[in-house]
């Protein structure tokens, strides 16, 4: 299963596709755009989430920083058969963990840079 992501470029505003067909969603007047996610690092800042697996759990690091500026709100793990998420704000640790499910795909969002992605092996 795929995350998607839909943000208003007006206001900022995010929204949780559960399934996509292709409708618009508007907000302030516009259609919301898709987030692509990346998955390869070429900023100074690291934002692909990284992983360890340890007793049949997952824990998910991104080396990134914590400021009131610039931080990973959320760290979500997603499969076909379940999608968890946990919320950070400044000052916390850019860590996470959740049950390991192989094959699943762990994101990362950025308030500046937006969404990352590393598939679970």
């Not at 996509?20 to 989430?49: L, Q, R, W, Y």
């Not at 920083?65 to 919320?87: A, G, P």
Request: a negative charge; aromatic letters at 10%; charged letters at 30%.
């Amino acid at each position: 299963m795929e995350l998607v992501i839909k943000k208003c470029r007006m206001c900022g505003e995010m929204v949780k596709v559960l399934k996509d067909e292709g409708c618009n969603i508007v907000c302030c007047g516009k259609p919301m755009e898709t987030i692509v996610p990346n998955s390869v690092d070429a900023a100074f800042e690291k934002h692909v989430p990284n992983y360890e697996v340890k007793d049949g759990k997952i824990y998910v690091t991104v080396n990134h920083v914590m400021e009131d500026e610039h931080y990973i709100e959320w760290i979500s793990m997603v499969s076909d058969e379940k999608e968890c998420t946990k919320y950070l704000k400044p000052g916390m640790e850019a860590t996470a963990h959740f049950k390991y499910i192989s094959g699943s795909t762990i994101y990362a969002y950025c308030n500046k840079h937006e969404l990352w992605k590393k598939e679970v092996e």
